[in-house]
């Protein structure tokens, strides 16, 4: 009986295990994806990499990345939607704040101003939040 307890114990965990790693790889695969793009590679499957990243990655920074691409690619409200997302999991991230005030700065400057003020208050010392 203890080792049929035992087994089902390791079976559970191997499950676990190959299900989070398939979780990392697509999170890093597209969050890859998206920084190529930020970087002015081929926007054509920015909608499928940005929402693989809210889906498979946990924190913040790859939401960050991808709202980055989102940009790049002209898809401002698409980045405004992520970037409140990330915002959302992460309050306290300034990296998210940063994120928030440069996709809301086309659409709204207010909302990128209180953005932008957010993350001063998190990290007075970066220059570009400065007023």
């Given at each position: 009986m203890i080792r049929l307890l035992l087994l089902l114990i390791a079976v559970g965990a191997i499950?676990?295990?190959?299900?989070?790693?398939?979780?990392?790889?697509?999170?890093?695969?597209?969050?890859?994806?998206?920084?190529?793009?930020?970087?002015?590679?081929?926007?054509?499957?920015?909608?499928?990499?940005?929402?693989?990243?809210?889906?498979q990655c946990r924190g913040a920074s790859s939401l960050a990345i991808a709202v980055s691409a989102?940009?790049?690619?002209?898809?401002?409200?698409?980045?405004?939607?992520?970037?409140r997302a990330a915002v959302r999991r992460e309050p306290e991230n300034f990296a998210t704040w940063v994120s928030l005030w440069l996709a809301e700065a086309p659409l709204n400057p207010a909302a990128a101003n209180a953005a932008r003020a957010r993350a001063h208050e998190l990290n007075p010392r970066y220059a570009a939040t400065a007023g």
């Open positions: 499950v676990l295990g190959v299900t989070r790693l398939h979780h990392t790889d697509a999170c890093s695969g597209a969050s890859s994806a998206a920084f190529r793009i930020a970087l002015g590679g081929d926007p054509a499957d920015v909608a499928a990499v940005a929402h693989t990243i809210a889906v989102l940009r790049k690619a002209g898809r401002d409200r698409a980045a405004v939607a992520l970037a």
